[in-house]
């Protein structure tokens, strides 16, 4: 069965770092997010991206944050200059369809350590 | 704004009792309505969802949920539990047509299966 995979599994960081976390979409799906977790809470969502460009963001994911679809198989989440607070869960996960009705699958995650 | 509540953090039962995790949610019209599954180590894995039609709905793994709207409630529910079934459950909400699709998470109930 298809699937959405994420690397690396687990990426430690130096504050004010710049990372990247890598995704491979499920390969005949169009529509692709990012969702983070911070440990012991909600998964938040980041951003959606459809057509080569962002389609809905979240008041989370501002400047530091950016999205690219740099071939045909990865997206990436990009983040400039790393804080404390970005510490989390990053999800990946792609749908065929338009979100509201099908079904988003999501990728094992990115556990981002930030020091 | 809508938003999602799992009134549960932790759910202890024993293994081939039956289980009820409870969601609640606040919007006005009638969303669509998921449960997700998080297997440790895994990404989110869909067991069902509910968009319109019959108020019981099936997933997988032997789960099913049922809508209430009088009570904005979508509890899931399994008859008789496994021990693989210890994961944490989360509960999502999209506004439907019209509005976002992106989907509103609870903060999870984690469940645990005494042998």
């Known amino acids: 069965e298809p699937e959405v995979t994420q690397t690396p599994s687990h990426q430690v960081t130096q504050m004010g770092q710049e990372v990247i976390l890598r995704c491979v979409p499920i390969?005949?799906?169009?529509?692709f997010y990012w969702y983070r977790q911070i440990l012991g809470q909600k998964v938040e969502f980041l951003v959606s991206?459809?057509?080569?460009?962002?389609?809905?963001k979240s008041e989370i994911f501002d400047d530091q944050f950016s999205v690219e679809r740099p071939d045909g198989s990865n997206f990436t989440l990009k983040i400039r200059s790393t804080k404390l607070e970005d510490s989390a869960m990053y999800f990946c996960?792609?749908?065929?369809?338009?979100?509201?009705?099908?079904?988003?699958?999501f990728g094992p995650g990115t556990r981002l350590t930030v020091l | 704004a809508q938003s999602v509540t799992q009134p549960d953090i932790h759910i202890t039962v024993s293994e081939g009792a039956s289980l009820e995790l409870r969601c609640n949610y606040s919007?006005?019209?009638?969303?669509?309505l998921f449960w997700y599954v998080q297997s440790p180590g895994q990404g989110l894995q869909l067991l069902l969802k509910?968009?319109?039609?019959?108020?019981l709905v099936q997933g997988i793994k032997g789960f099913e949920a049922e809508f209430k709207r009088s009570q904005s409630s979508f509890n899931l529910r399994k008859p008789s539990v496994h021990w693989s079934d210890a994961a944490e459950y989360f509960c999502?909400?999209?506004?439907?047509?019209?509005?976002?699709?992106?989907?509103?998470f609870g903060r999870g109930t984690s469940l645990i299966v005494h042998p």
């Open positions: 996960a792609s749908s065929e369809l338009q979100p509201d009705t099908d079904t988003q699958y």
């Open positions: 509910y968009f319109s039609g019959d108020t």
């Open positions: 999502a909400v999209v506004r439907g047509a019209g509005g976002s699709y992106i989907p509103t």
């Open positions: 919007y006005g019209a009638t969303p669509y």
């Open positions: 991206f459809y057509n080569n460009e962002i389609s809905e």
């Open positions: 390969s005949n799906h169009l529509y």
